[in-house]
Every structure is written in structure tokens, then in C-alpha cells.
């Protein structure tokens, strides 16, 4: 009864601690705005993800903020084909932020958009 109880509590804190790091993210790509372009005084930074929930499902999300790995900043969501396919470019501008995925689809992220604290 004792080793029934002991596997038990092994298999119910493997399951804890699966559940618990689900979804799972990964960064698949990222850019950083270029020196010159301080923006309002700070350099921003782009990335993707991917996340993985625990059905298997993935899908994809861009943040563009001040820090490189905050969990805050102007978020998008990613069609899944594209994100799959991934970026192919990002130019940063005085104005906007130009995604170019390997699609060939597009994205214009006004600077507006996601300067200021975002």
C-alpha cells in the first residue's frame, strides 16, 4: 500500500510539473533596431515565438518593445503558415517596422505603435 501510494505521488508530481511549463515557448527570430534610430530615446528590439501548448497546437506571436526578452511590449499575432515559414527581413525606420516573412507577405508596424513604453 505504501509503494502504491509513493508511485502515486511520483506520477501526480510528473504531471504537476509537465502541466506546469506548458505552453512552451521558443524565439525563432530576432532583430534589434540599429543605433541611429533611437526612436524616443531608447533602442527597441523585435522577436517571434512559437508556442507549443500541450494538444500539440502551435502557434506564433511577435512582441516589439524596449527590452529584448520582456514579457511586455506591442504584441502580434502570426498567421500560422507564416510563422512556420518564419522572417525573412525586418527593417526599422524613423517610421515603422517592415517584417518581410519568407511567404512574401508584409507586415507595417507603425513606430507610434510601439514606442513610448509600450
Same mark, same amino acid.
Given at each position: 500500500?505504501?509503494?502504491?501510494?509513493?508511485?502515486?505521488?511520483?506520477?501526480?508530481?510528473?504531471?504537476?510539473?509537465? &502541466?506546469?511549463?506548458?505552453?512552451?515557448?521558443?524565439?525563432?527570430?530576432?532583430? &534589434?533596431?540599429?543605433?541611429?534610430?533611437?526612436?524616443?530615446?531608447?533602442?527597441?528590439?523585435?522577436?517571434?515565438?512559437?508556442?507549443?501548448?500541450?494538444?500539440?497546437?502551435?502557434?506564433?506571436?511577435?512582441?516589439?518593445?524596449?527590452?529584448?526578452?520582456?514579457?511586455?511590449?506591442?504584441?502580434?499575432?502570426?498567421?500560422?503558415?507564416?510563422?512556420?515559414?518564419?522572417?525573412?527581413? &525586418?527593417?526599422?525606420?524613423?517610421?515603422?517596422?517592415?517584417?518581410?516573412?519568407?511567404?512574401?507577405?508584409?507586415?507595417?508596424?507603425?513606430?507610434?505603435?510601439?514606442?513610448?513604453?509600450?
Amino acid at each position: 500500500m505504501l509503494l502504491l501510494g509513493v508511485a502515486a505521488g511520483v506520477v501526480l508530481s510528473i504531471a504537476v510539473l509537465t &502541466a506546469a511549463s506548458w505552453p512552451r515557448t521558443e524565439v525563432v527570430y530576432r532583430s &534589434a533596431s540599429p543605433a541611429s534610430l533611437p526612436y524616443d530615446g531608447s533602442p527597441y528590439f523585435l522577436r517571434m515565438e512559437q508556442v507549443s501548448d500541450l494538444s500539440g497546437d502551435v502557434s506564433y506571436r511577435m512582441v516589439i518593445g524596449r527590452e529584448a526578452d520582456a514579457p511586455y511590449g506591442h504584441w502580434l499575432p502570426v498567421q500560422t503558415d507564416m510563422g512556420r515559414e518564419g522572417i525573412r527581413s &525586418a527593417a526599422w525606420t524613423e517610421s515603422e517596422l517592415r517584417i518581410r516573412f519568407a511567404t512574401g507577405h508584409e507586415l507595417s508596424v507603425p513606430a507610434g505603435a510601439f514606442t513610448g513604453g509600450r
